[in-house]
Structure formats: C-alpha cells, structure tokens
C-alpha cells in the first residue's frame, strides 16, 4: 500500500481506475434502476469503430481524439438503436445484440486493416479491447476526469429529472417535462461514462464497470442518492483495489483484476446486505419461522386449555407434541417460552402463565 503514495506510475492508474469507478458506478445507477443493462455493453463495443476511424482521420493516438471518436460512434449506435426500436416491431433486446455485434465486427475490421496499413504506428490501438490501465499518465488522467467530472455535474443538475426518468417517466410528462430528450441526455452521460473507461479496462469488460457496482449498491438501499454515492464508491474501491494488486509483481493485467475485484465486492454485497442480502434473508426467514412455532405453541396450550374451560390449566408434553409435527422441536420451544415467562412447569406438565394468557389473546386479534 505504500507504493500507492511513492510510486507515480501505480499512483496514476490508481487515480484513473477511481475516476473510472465514481464515474460508471454513479452514472451506471440509471442503467440499472431503468433494467437497461446490456445499453452499457452496446455502447462500448460500438465505440471500438470510432476510436480506429479517429486513428484512420488523424494519424495518431491521442486519448482526447481517440476518445471523441469512441463517444461520436457510441452516440451514433444509441440514436440507432432508439430509432429503429421507436418505428419498427424489433425488440429493444433484439436491437441491443444486433448493434453490439454489428459495430465490433467493423471495429474488428478496421483494426485489421489499420495493422496492415499502418504499421508501427498502430501500436496499442488493440489494447483497448481488453484494456491497459497500467499505461495511464498524468494527461490520461486528467483527460478522463473532465469530462467524467462534468457528467456527473450535470447528473446532479438535472437530479430530479433524472430521478423521474428513472422511476415515473409517464409522471414526468403529465408535467410537460421533454422525458424523450431527457432519455438523450442520460444516454450522452453514459456514453460519457463508457468512452473515459475504454483506456483502463477495455470495450469487453466495460460493461462490468456500468453494472456492477450499482447493482451492489442497489443491495444496501432503497434511496436513489444513497445507492448513487455507494455504487461511485465500490467502483473507486474496485478500481484502487484492482490497481494495487495488479502492482504486486503477480503479471496479471490491471483491467480485469478491476472487473474481479468489483465482482467480489458484488458477491459479498448480494449475500451480506442487511436489506437485501441472502444471508439476512436466510436469517429473517429463520426468525420468522421460530416466532410463529414459538406463536403456536402458545395457541396449542390454549386451546387444550379451553377444552377444560381454564385456558390456565397445565397440559403434559406429550399432548402439546400430538398437536404439531414429530418434526418440531417442542421441548425447545417450550424452554423459550418459559425463559420468556409465557409458560411455567408444572407437575401435570405445562401450563400458560397470565403473562402467556395475555399475549395469546393479542395473537388472536391479530389473526382475526
């Protein structure tokens, strides 16, 4: 960790792979919440054509020309995709693959043809398939954090639009609010998002950087700021995290230790959320079900009582047992219920205390 402060070179990626984080993991909330995951995974395969005709048009790799071009192609395939889904019977899934196979093909193709052609002056263009965050500088950084910085400036100006997009687009135009306009809006901000992360972890993995880390946040909340700060974030951690290891000397290359790091942060979150979390949801179903044995067991005794006319009377083990299944441990369920003062041992067996008595007739107003 202590390369993290001394060594630049590790201190850059770590920066641009955080940037990265706050950006996807903020804007990727709407992604999300809006179920249109896999527009992330279309928008940065469709970006791959841009960034080689950006190459083909200036002769070189600048990041910021390189990244115009990735954002013009990704813009491009979104407008596509929501004119044809708008006018034809194709499904906006259908639409989503068909865009996503087709511009990578070309991206594929162009990057072929730029290898032949160009020579050595090609050199890393193929990087950002799969990714090459530890060849981050200073100008990447910076060149990343600008125009993430102001995608998530305007996220936060137009909150409230965003927020009724995201949850009652029909509500926003009972409004008069322009809601097709502010679906461009958002999808210019994702694109946004995708194209500054093309560089640290590729056009295959960038989707994971949209997705994940909201749908982690998504697990510990039900408030939209909330989830938005906690998936910027995971992403960060994910990003720092991914970025130190990769510096361990280990080989492995930055972008997917990111994607790893950020699934594990996913994993831990899906089953650890205190709301959401499978292991608290195995935990409350568990509770659950021993306070209404627990419940039953109460009821059982008074209605042995009352066959008596003194719902007080004491009752053996054995009839209690009859009234429920072998399976349910009822000895256990009795020394509870004593513990909690509800029955008391008596020579004849178990019997309700008033304390029991009174909590039974609670119950039954409750279920009537």
């Not at 813009?75 to 087709?102: E, F, Q």
């Not at 949801?281 to 306070?291: D, F, K, M, Q, V």
Request: glycine share 10%; net charge positive; hydrophobic share 50%.
């Amino acid at each position: 960790m202590e390369q993290l402060f001394s060594d630049y070179t590790l201190r850059m990626v770590a920066l641009g792979s955080a940037v990265l984080g706050i950006v996807s993991g903020g804007l990727g909330t709407y992604a999300v919440l809006r179920g249109q995951s896999l527009l992330g995974d279309a928008i940065s395969h469709a970006a791959l054509p841009g960034i080689a005709i950006a190459f083909l048009l200036t002769g070189g790799k600048t990041p910021l020309a390189l990244m115009i071009g990735a954002a013009l192609a990704g813009w491009l395939a979104t407008l596509w995709i929501m004119s044809v889904t708008g006018t034809t019977r194709i499904k906006y899934d259908s639409m989503l693959a068909l865009t996503l196979s087709v511009f990578f093909g070309i991206g594929l193709v162009l990057l072929t043809y730029i290898r032949q052609r160009a020579g050595a002056a090609q050199a890393g263009l193929d990087t950002f398939l799969f990714g090459q965050a530890s060849s981050l500088v200073r100008r990447d950084v910076v060149t990343m954090a600008v125009p993430g910085g102001a995608a998530l400036l305007l996220m936060a100006l137009f909150w409230k639009e965003l927020k009724l997009l995201a949850f009652d687009p029909e509500f926003g135009r009972t409004l008069g609010l322009p809601m097709r306009r502010v679906d461009l809006f958002l999808t210019a901000l994702l694109v946004v998002a995708i194209v500054i992360g093309l560089q640290t972890v590729g056009v295959v993995l960038m989707s994971a950087m949209i997705v994940a880390p909201a749908a982690a946040g998504r697990q510990w909340t039900d408030t939209l700021w909330k989830m938005v700060l906690l998936s910027a974030g995971f992403g960060a951690a994910a990003g720092v995290t991914g970025a130190v290891l990769s510096s361990t000397g280990t080989g492995l290359p930055t972008g997917p230790l990111i994607v790893l790091c950020m699934g594990v942060i996913m994993v831990l979150s899906l089953l650890f959320a205190p709301n959401r979390g499978l292991a608290a949801r195995h935990l409350r179903a568990r509770r659950s079900t021993g306070r209404f044995q627990l419940e039953t067991v109460l009821l059982d005794l008074y209605a042995l009582g009352m066959q008596h006319n003194d719902p007080l009377r004491p009752h053996p083990r054995g009839a209690v047992q009859a009234m429920r299944a072998k399976e349910v441990p009822v000895d256990r369920l009795l020394d509870r219920l004593e513990k909690d003062g509800l029955v008391r041992r008596a020579a004849s067996g178990w019997a309700l205390t008033d304390a029991g008595l009174r909590n039974v007739e609670t119950l039954k107003e409750e279920r009537t």
